[in-house]
T-cell receptor, first 113, second 115 residues
Framework: AQSVTQLDSQVPVFEEAPVELRCNYS??????LFWYVQYPNQGLQLLLK??????LVKGINGFEAEFNKSQTSFHLRKPSVHISDTAEYFC???????????FGPGTRLSVLP | DTEVTQTPKHLVMGMTNKKSLKCEQH?????MYWYKQKAKKPPELMFV???????INESVPSRFSPECPNSSLLNLHLHALQPEDSALYLC??????????????FGQGTRLTVV
């Protein structure tokens, strides 16, 4: 079975600073990787996904992530954050047909003025 | 239309009540999901429907009863719930893609409070 680790439960960062949210996964088979964002009292919105091809994927709102198979990682980055990026960020994996997404525990990003 | 619509947005129910949560999508997705999310936790998968048939039930108590009347609708019938069932219930849908995987699209959720 696959599992997802997000080592940082909370990440405070000042506005306009860069940020990296870490995600590591474990699986005995190839997986597909996703980052979702959840604003307070809302559902989850897809930021970006890695299915195949280029290991550097770009998403919405200026976010990007790099798939590293040897390190089993899929870290999320943004070069300059805004106050509006304050939210919960979930890394997720699935291995077949998109069913049974397994979510990491989440990282709370707080952007400070 | 890339939305998954959930109703109601908020629901307060007593432990003896019967209520239903509804979910609708018009993206032609043939996989639909129910997730339960407690505060400060990730979503936990409850049920998966594939082509209107229940394909995954993650050992959910029988007081939760899913139903998929057609390819666009997904219901979750609630009966005799407990206060610990209070949570955000999220519906999601995705393409069935035998060649790989696609993302799940999530609704805004129903905030359920059991009193």
């Amino acid at each position: 079975a696959q599992s997802v680790t997000q080592l940082d439960s909370q990440v405070p960062v000042f506005e306009e600073a860069p940020v990296e949210l870490r995600c590591n996964y474990s699986s005995s088979v190839s997986v597909y990787l996703f980052w979702y964002v959840q604003y307070p009292n809302q559902g989850l919105q897809l930021l970006l996904k890695y299915l195949s091809g280029s290991t550097l994927v770009k998403g919405i709102n200026g976010f990007e992530a790099e798939f590293n198979k040897s390190q089993t990682s899929f870290h999320l980055r943004k070069p300059s954050v805004h106050i509006s990026d304050t939210a919960e960020y979930f890394c997720a994996v699935t291995k077949n047909y998109g069913q049974n997404f397994v979510f990491g525990p989440g990282t709370r990003l707080s952007v400070l003025p | 239309d890339t939305e998954v619509t959930q109703t109601p947005k908020h629901l307060v129910m007593g432990m003896t009540n019967k209520k239903s949560l509804k979910c609708e999508q018009h993206m032609g997705h043939r996989a639909m999901y129910w997730y339960k999310q407690k505060a400060k936790k990730p979503p936990e998968l409850m049920f998966v429907y594939s082509y209107e048939k229940l394909s995954i039930n993650e050992s959910v108590p029988s007081r939760f009863s899913p139903e998929c009347p057609n390819s666009s609708l997904l219901n979750l019938h609630l009966h005799a719930l407990q206060p610990e069932d209070s949570a955000l219930y999220l519906c999601a849908s995705s393409h069935e893609n035998t060649g790989g995987a696609t993302e799940a699209f999530f609704g805004q959720g129903t905030r359920l409070t059991v009193v």
